[in-house]
Antibody
Framework: EVQLVESGGGLVQPGGSLRLSCSAS????????MHWVRQAPGKGLEYVSL????????HYADSVKGRFTISRDNSKNTVYLQMSSLRAEDTAVYFC???????????????????WGQGTLVTVSS | EIVLTQSPGTLSLSLGERATLSCRAT???????LAWYQQKPGQAPRLLIY???TRATGIPDRFSGSGSGTDFTLTISRLEPEDFAVYYC?????????FGGGTKVEIK
C-alpha cells in the first residue's frame, strides 16, 4: 500500500521560510517523479512543483518559481519542499503526490495523480 | 494555459439519483488527458478517472467518465451516501497542469 506522510507545516511570518518533508513507502520511490500540490483554505487545487525520479530535473508553477525549491533523497525515500520568501497567498494545505504520466522536453510535465498524502497546513501570517 | 470550468458549482441530489458533472476546457485537451478526483472534507483528493474514461483501481462502476476535446463529463449513476463530496477535473494534456474549480455534490 502506498503511503505518503507529510510533515513540517506550521505558522510562519510573511517573508519567512519553511521546509516540508514527505516520507514515502509502499512503492519503489526512486522510480517515480514526485509532486507537490496545494489547496488554499476553502479553495481548489493548485499544482506547485515536480522533481524527476533521479532528482536532476525540477519544475515549478510560476507562482512559486524562484521562491520554492524541491529536492529528494532516494536513500531516505523522502521528498522535500523548501519554501522561502513566503507570502500570505502561500497559505494552504500542501499535499505530497505520486503521479503517473510523462515529462518530455517538447511538452513539459504531463501527469495525473494516483496517490496523495494527507497534507500539511502552512499558514503565512503575522 | 488551459482553464477548466466546472459546472454546476453545487449539485443538490437525493440518494439513488444520477449526477452529471461537467468540465469544460478553454482549449482542446490533448489525447483525452483528463482526470477526475473526489475530495471529502478534511481528506486528500482521490483519483477516480484518468484518460477521460478509465476508472482508477478500486473505483466502483457507478462512476463513469466521458468526453473529448473541450467537453468532459463525470457521471455517477446512482448516488450512494459516500458519494457526497467535491469533485475536481484536471487536465494533463499540456503544461502547466491545471485543475477545475470543483463541483460540490450535496444531499438534497
Amino acid at each position: 500500500e502506498v503511503q505518503l506522510v507529510e510533515s513540517g507545516g506550521g505558522l510562519v511570518q510573511p517573508g519567512g521560510s519553511l521546509r516540508l518533508s514527505c516520507s514515502a513507502s509502499g512503492f519503489i520511490f526512486s522510480n517515480y517523479p514526485m509532486h507537490w500540490v496545494r489547496q488554499a483554505p476553502g479553495k481548489g487545487l493548485e499544482y506547485v512543483s515536480l522533481i524527476s525520479s533521479n532528482g536532476v530535473n525540477t519544475h515549478y508553477a510560476d507562482s512559486v518559481k524562484g521562491r520554492f525549491t524541491i529536492s529528494r533523497d532516494n536513500s531516505k525515500n523522502t521528498v522535500y519542499l523548501q519554501m522561502s520568501s513566503l507570502r500570505a497567498e502561500d497559505t494552504a494545505v500542501y499535499f505530497c503526490v505520486k503521479g503517473l504520466g510523462q515529462w518530455l522536453v517538447t511538452t513539459g510535465p504531463l501527469y495525473y495523480f494516483d496517490d496523495w498524502g494527507q497534507g500539511t497546513l502552512v499558514t503565512v501570517s503575522s | 494555459e488551459i482553464v477548466l470550468t466546472q459546472s454546476p458549482g453545487t449539485l443538490s441530489l437525493s440518494l439513488g439519483e444520477r449526477a452529471t458533472l461537467s468540465c469544460r476546457a478553454t482549449q482542446s485537451v490533448s489525447s483525452r488527458y483528463l482526470a477526475w478526483y473526489q475530495q471529502k472534507p478534511g481528506q486528500a483528493p482521490r483519483l477516480l478517472i484518468y484518460g477521460a474514461s478509465t476508472r482508477a483501481t478500486g473505483i466502483p462502476d457507478r462512476f463513469s467518465g466521458s468526453g473529448s476535446g473541450t467537453d468532459f463529463t463525470l457521471t455517477i449513476s446512482r448516488l450512494e451516501p459516500e458519494d457526497f463530496a467535491v469533485y475536481y477535473c484536471q487536465q494533463y494534456g499540456s503544461s502547466p497542469l491545471t485543475f477545475g474549480g470543483g463541483t460540490k455534490v450535496e444531499i438534497k
